[in-house]
Each structure stands twice: as C-alpha cells, then as structure tokens.
C-alpha cells in the first residue's frame, strides 16, 4: 500500500509530463516514502531516487495534507528552516497532496526557475491550481483502479474531463489514425460535435517558437497547428496543439497593460527586439526626449508609434513629420504654422503649424538628419522653451509635445561637418535607440514573413496556407539591405503570383532572389544556389538561342530535356 504510486510510475509519469506540457513548468510527484517517483524536464533525471533531503515542503504536505503555495523562496516562512535555502534557485512551487482514502500517499511539486514562468502562472493560478487538484483526484483514482483491478475506462473518462478545461487543443487517436477523442476546442477548430472519421497528420518537419509544426485534416477542413505529439500508450497518440493562425496573431499584437490599446505591426521574436521593446517600456511614460537610429525600411516610425501608445499621452495626437520630404521654404510653416496675411501665396484662414497639432501628445520628426541648419537653431529654441511663435505674429504659444526624432544617417558624423548642430544633437540624444537592421534577426524574418503573407492573402481575396521551407532558407541568407520594407513588397509580390495551393514557393520569388549573390560565402552556398548561380552565369554569357541552350548542356555535362527543366524550375528563362 505504501508503495502504490511506485506500482502505476508509468501512468504517473504520463500526467507528470500532461501538467508539464499544459502549465510549461516542470513538474515532480513524490511518494509517501520520499522517492521521486515521475519529474519532467531536469528533474526527469532524478526519478527513482529518495528526495528525503531536499523535500523540506513536501514532508510538511505529508504531515499537513494541505496545499502549499510558495510564491518567494528563501523569504517565505515555509523555507526559513529549509537546509537547502541558501542555493535554492527557484522562482515558485506549487506542492499539492495526493489522497487515498483520506490520506496522504504522495505530492504533486510544480516548479518554475524563471520569472516569466512566475508570472505566467499568477495570472492563470485559480485556472491552474483547480487542474492540479483535479490531476490528484486522477492519480487518486487510478491508484485505486489498480488496487481494485478496475478498468481503464475511467482513467480516459476523468482526463477527458479535465483536458476539456484547457486553453489547448487535444486530439488522441489510434495507431490507424482513427480519431477516439476531441476536446472542446479541437471540436470547435474542426466544427464538429461528434468523432466520426480518421484525421490526417503530415509532420511539416519545420519547428516555431520552439514547437513542432503539423498540417491537420479532419471533417473536411484543414489547418495548421504547432504543438507536441507524445505516444500515451502502446496504442494511442496525443497531440497537443495551438492554431499556428490564432498563436501567430497573439504575437503579432502588443498589449498595453494599462490603455489595453494594441500596437500593430510591432512584431518581433528575436532577443535583440525583445531588448528593445523592454528599455521602451521603461521609459515611455517620461517625457523624454528620444533618438532612434537605424537603416532605412526598419520602422523605426512603428517604434516611435508604440512608444506614445504605451505612454501617459495615448489618448493625445501622434504626429509624424518627415524632414526630408517637405521643401526647405515651407518647414517653418509646416512646423508653426501662421496668422492671416502672411504671405503671399498663404491661407486667408491661416494655419496650425505640427507642434500645435501635436501639443499634449508626441511629434514624430523622421529623417532629422536632413533638416536645413537655419530650421534646426528653432527647433532647439522651442525645445529649450516650450514655446512657438507662428508667422506673422509675436504672441508666444506653449506647447506641450514629446519629440521623439529618427535618422538613418550618423548624426555624429554630420555633426563633425558641420552639417548638424552640436547643442541640438545632445538634445534630441537624451534616451537613444537603435533598431537592429532585419539581417541581424532572422528568427523576425520568418515572423514578418508570416505577417505580411496573411495580410496581403486577405487584401488579395486568395488562401495563404505556407511559405515552404526553401523560401525561408533564402530568405535567412539574403542580406535585405531594405529590411522590412524590402521583405514587405517582395512578399506582396510573391502572394500576387501564388497558386490556390497556397504555398510560397521560390519559383515565386523576384529574380533577384535566384540571381548570383556575390556577398555569400562559399560556405553559405547550397548545391541548388550554386546550380543557379552556374546557369544563370552561362545563360548570360551564351544567351537563350536554342544552340546556345545546346552548347550550355555540353558544358554542365547534363541532357538539352534536363537544362530546359531546370531553366523552367528556377524561372531563369528571361535571363537569356
């Protein structure tokens, strides 16, 4: 009896890894004798051996048969006489007790070793802390099955339960791939109600945000999903997933914690942009001013975008300027404005300059660098003083505006020839940001890939359903000098060409993609590429004539049938 949870340590060990994939954190199950019966991830290693020194809180659940729930190890006053408190490295642990006819025969430990676990769980604890108890009900109930010789029908009965309460889609089926459970949101991703067919999985072998990716097909439509397959039994298999579509999107929009405004188009999942979205978190709900640096076609507009939209003036204007579109004679009355009459040529109405406009919220000014040396002595004045005089009048006007600038240029450099003012550079340079350009990040490639084929798929009226991964592998190797900008257009030219299938393919790539690139390395060249490069190179050399073609299969040493193929393959047919 007091080793039953040794004797159902397989079964143990499955709900182990259930909760592990459901709640992301790992997961250990002790028994009454202190022998860690089931651990997932680090912890897996461990299974088998007596935790009678490190289980200081699980002793206390043993004794106590109440949950103890640890939100600060080292501080909390359940670990004050905890040997092992000192090197602890735990962020939160969840200990819950496991029952058999009223007592204690083992505890559930979650664990989290970082704090965005931490965090993930205190916004989900009742949602989570109720699963935990159904999970020891379970384990309750199969330790009573297997004593009692019962069944194992009920066992599937009470996880169908508690996996119908998951935010996850859950199918299990069959070695045949006869589907014998849908949960509550896989039936409402194929909507259905009933299980009445096999369901088709195609593993699509590429991986996302660390998860697998998998094509499903089942009652007639068809979806992709990224998630984690697992066999639950000699015969059956469990996929548990997420809609790649509806997973994608929540990346995709940034919620502000206090407006609940989202900032589209801020998308990234690279450490670097990470990075970057944390420090504009901090500082803007200052008013300071700020610089943000980086090559042209980076958007460096969207961060000055989200910047105000995570500040106190949300609710104010957002005013964008670009310096190097309006002609020099008009800057200042763009930026003032003027009265009645004050020039020829003006509007007898007169006109509200940009920093009015903006007053109370952020003015954006982009390509500061290319702002005249007479506009920028005013520019730094009305920083300096917080106050405009439009044309034709003397009456000072305050003004309460962020300014938030941006240049793809080295204002350093300019500043150094004297084509960029000193005093006003330390200005504007109060908080700098740099946006990292587009090959620096190629995990935000494959993101912004996914983002802009879905938008113009919709603006399009056509079915996106993949990019292949051939397309993402040129993709990764192409040096984008005109970062996202460059990214966004050739996708929309590539949906403009994409067949009902749905699937991106490199024959739908610019010609420039399938052209020599001179700045990849030996290294970085695959066999197709260098194919590529080798015809491309002759077809320009000899031209397309049909003895040209001839005179090019001798040399590659390949049928005239099998060049004419690959020149179709490669759409290099205008290359000629």
């Not at 975008?305 to 670009?322: D, G, L």
Request: proline fraction near 3%; include cysteine; charged fraction near 25%.
């Amino acid at each position: 009896m007091e080793n039953f949870l040794l004797n159902i340590k397989n079964e143990v060990q499955k709900y182990a890894e259930t909760i592990s994939q459901i709640i992301q954190m790992d997961v250990e199950i002790m028994d009454s004798n202190f022998i860690r019966v089931a651990g997932t991830g680090i912890l897996k290693e461990k299974v088998g051996i007596s935790m009678a020194n490190e289980s200081h809180v699980y002793q206390n659940v043993l004794k106590t048969g109440k949950e103890i729930i640890i939100l600060n190890p080292k501080t909390d006053i359940h670990c004050l006489s905890c040997p092992t408190r000192i090197d602890c490295k735990e962020q939160l642990e969840i200990s819950t007790p496991i029952f058999l006819e009223n007592k204690v025969i083992g505890v559930i430990g979650i664990i989290c070793f970082t704090n965005l676990q931490k965090i993930n769980f205190i916004e989900k604890k009742e949602q989570y802390l109720s699963f935990l108890k159904q999970i020891s009900d379970f384990i309750s109930s199969q330790a009573y099955l297997f004593l009692e010789a019962s069944t194992s029908q009920s066992k599937k009965d009470f996880l169908n339960t508690i996996l119908n309460k998951i935010e996850e889609g859950v199918i299990r089926y069959n070695n045949d791939f006869q589907v014998t459970y849908l949960n509550e949101v896989a039936r409402t991703l194929f909507e259905t109600t009933i299980i009445k067919e096999n369901i088709f999985i195609e593993n699509l072998k590429d991986t996302f945000l660390e998860k697998q990716e998998f094509s499903l097909i089942y009652n007639s439509k068809k979806i992709k999903v990224l998630g984690t397959e697992f066999q639950f039994s000699s015969f059956e298999k469990v996929l548990i997933f997420r809609e790649k579509k509806a997973l994608h999107n929540s990346i995709l929009q940034i919620s502000n914690s206090t407006t609940g405004t989202l900032v589209k188009d801020f998308i990234f999942y690279s450490d670097s942009m990470k990075k970057l979205y944390e420090r504009i978190n901090k500082i803007s709900k200052n008013p300071s001013t700020v610089l943000i640096t980086g090559e042209s076609g980076t958007g460096k507009e969207i961060i000055a975008r989200t910047i105000h939209m995570n500040s106190n003036r949300v609710n104010n204007p957002f005013i964008a300027v670009n310096c190097g579109a309006i002609p020099d004679a008009l800057l200042e009355s763009e930026f003032f404005g003027y009265v009645k009459g004050s020039f020829t040529g003006a509007d007898p109405r007169g006109k509200i300059g940009k920093f009015e406009l903006a007053s109370g919220g952020t003015l954006f000014l982009d390509e500061i660098g290319d702002m005249p040396l007479y506009m920028q002595i005013k520019l730094l004045r009305v920083i300096q003083e917080r106050k405009i005089i439009r044309i034709g009048s003397n009456q000072l006007i305050d003004i309460d505006v962020r300014i938030i600038t941006a240049t793809n240029q080295n204002l350093e450099k300019l500043v150094e020839l004297g084509e960029f003012r000193k005093d006003l550079y330390y200005r504007l340079n109060v908080v700098p940001l740099e946006v990292p350009p587009l090959r620096a990040r190629p995990t935000d490639i494959f993101i912004f890939a996914e983002h802009f084929a879905e938008k113009y798929a919709t603006l399009f009226s056509k079915n996106f359903f993949n990019i292949s991964t051939e397309v993402l592998e040129i993709f990764e190797k192409y040096s984008w000098p005109g970062n996202v900008r460059e990214l966004e257009n050739t996708i929309e030219y590539m949906i403009n060409l994409m067949d009902e299938k749905g699937i991106l393919l490199p024959t739908h790539l610019p010609q420039k993609f399938l052209l020599p690139n001179e700045n990849l390395s030996f290294e970085n060249k695959t066999l197709k590429y260098m194919e590529i490069e080798m015809i491309s190179t002759l077809l320009k050399k000899y031209g397309s004539t049909t003895e040209s073609k001839k005179r090019i299969a001798k040399i590659l040493d390949i049928g005239i049938a099998t060049l004419y193929r690959k020149i179709e393959q490669y759409n290099l047919k205008t290359l000629g």
